[in-house]
């Protein structure tokens, strides 16, 4: 399965923070903001990536991620010209794609809960149509969003809609089949101008191969693309961090548990990142594995 990581868009909720840098590269806490979004499809078992973002900021996530080599993973970089919507990212990313799945993730969303692996490895294993996450939200006229029948099954999907029949907002990640590049083709710019992620959802709903998957109670997902949102995602990461002493979107440490790099590699990208105390980290990890024998 292929990944594509979305971050591009001018970032205007959050000026003048993103007049000369990209939302993305940001800090959530301890670390730039697409680290998590890259670590969840990471978990996902995902290695080959394609960046989206503006031609201004491809230099800024080149130097940040390189080639993705270091992390056993391969990352290549496409530009968005216009934020002409989320579905755009398909017929952009349509030779990387070739004949693969995809998973999409919005490059300003953050999980973290118990499971997602799990979870996540499930929705790579559906080899047809498409797996889609929900959570509840105060707040659902911001999202795409999905409502379902008495029996759970999903039956409508709206983007942004302005009286939401439910409370079950899309979240930003996606996992689909080979026909995503062929579905998005099909699709029509949206009243707001945009080629919608909710209209390629919908046509699986409307082919009945569209599965969601519901986030419960215990997990987090979190849109950093403002301000406050920004604040809050960066305290929710210190107070797990610092509490149970390990990381959230560590991609060093999920490379690493992958099997993706070894410990000499480990410990080599810990080396230059010692004094911010992420390296004492990652070289934690390797004395812990150290301690315990092999796992």
Same mark, same amino acid.
């Given at each position: =399965?292929?990944?594509?990581?979305?971050?591009?868009?001018?970032?205007?909720?959050?000026?003048?923070?993103?007049?000369?840098?990209?939302?993305?590269?940001?800090?959530?806490?301890?670390?730039? =903001?697409?680290?998590?979004?890259?670590?969840?499809?990471?978990?996902?078992?995902?290695?080959?990536?394609?960046?989206?973002?503006?031609?201004?900021? $491809?230099? &800024?996530?080149?130097?940040?991620?390189?080639?993705?080599?270091?992390? &056993?993973?391969?990352?290549?970089?496409?530009?968005?010209? $216009?934020?002409?919507?989320?579905?755009?990212?398909?017929?952009?990313?349509?030779?990387? !794609?070739?004949?693969?799945?995809?998973?999409? !993730?919005?490059?300003?969303?953050?999980?973290?809960?118990?499971?997602?692996?799990?979870?996540?490895?499930?929705?790579?294993?559906?080899?047809? &149509?498409?797996?889609?996450?929900?959570?509840?939200?105060?707040?659902? @006229?911001?999202?795409?969003?999905?409502?379902?029948?008495?029996?759970?099954?999903?039956?409508?999907?709206?983007?942004?809609?302005?009286?939401? $029949?439910?409370?079950?907002?899309?979240?930003?990640?996606?996992?689909?089949?080979?026909?995503?590049?062929?579905?998005?083709?099909?699709?029509?710019?949206?009243?707001?101008? @945009?080629?919608?992620?909710?209209?390629?959802?919908?046509?699986?709903?409307?082919?009945?191969?569209?599965?969601?998957?519901?986030?419960?109670?215990?997990?987090?997902?979190?849109?950093? /693309?403002?301000?406050?949102?920004?604040?809050?995602?960066? @305290?929710?990461?210190?107070?797990?961090?610092?509490?149970?002493?390990?990381?959230?979107?560590?991609?060093?440490?999920?490379?690493?548990? =992958?099997?993706?790099?070894?410990?000499?590699?480990?410990?080599?990208?810990?080396?230059?990142?010692?004094?911010?105390?992420? /390296?004492?980290?990652?070289?934690?990890?390797?004395?812990?594995?150290?301690?315990?024998?092999?796992?």
């Amino acid at each position: =399965m292929k990944g594509i990581v979305l971050a591009g868009g001018t970032g205007s909720r959050l000026h003048p923070l993103t007049i000369a840098v990209s939302k993305q590269l940001l800090p959530v806490y301890d670390k730039p =903001m697409i680290y998590y979004p890259l670590s969840t499809l990471m978990l996902a078992g995902v290695r080959e990536f394609l960046v989206i973002t503006t031609a201004a900021d $491809e230099p &800024g996530f080149r130097r940040l991620l390189g080639s993705g080599e270091q992390w &056993g993973l391969s990352i290549q970089y496409a530009v968005q010209a $216009e934020p002409n919507g989320i579905a755009e990212a398909f017929l952009i990313g349509e030779q990387f !794609i070739g004949t693969d799945q995809t998973a999409l !993730i919005l490059g300003d969303n953050l999980f973290h809960g118990g499971g997602l692996p799990e979870m996540l490895q499930k929705a790579v294993t559906n080899t047809s &149509g498409a797996t889609v996450f929900a959570q509840e939200v105060s707040d659902p @006229e911001r999202y795409g969003v999905v409502s379902f029948d008495g029996s759970g099954q999903a039956i409508k999907v709206e983007e942004k809609p302005v009286s939401p $029949e439910s409370n079950w907002a899309v979240t930003g990640l996606y996992f689909f089949d080979q026909q995503v590049v062929e579905i998005a083709k099909t699709i029509s710019p949206s009243a707001r101008g @945009e080629l919608e992620i909710a209209s390629v959802v919908d046509a699986y709903l409307q082919a009945g191969d569209l599965r969601v998957g519901q986030f419960g109670r215990g997990f987090t997902w979190l849109d950093t /693309g403002t301000f406050d949102s920004m604040v809050s995602a960066s @305290e929710f990461v210190r107070v797990i961090e610092q509490r149970q002493d390990t990381k959230i979107g560590c991609i060093e440490e999920v490379a690493w548990r =992958m099997g993706w790099i070894s410990d000499a590699q480990l410990a080599e990208l810990a080396a230059p990142l010692v004094k911010s105390g992420y /390296g004492r980290y990652l070289q934690r990890l390797l004395t812990a594995r150290s301690a315990n024998g092999p796992s």
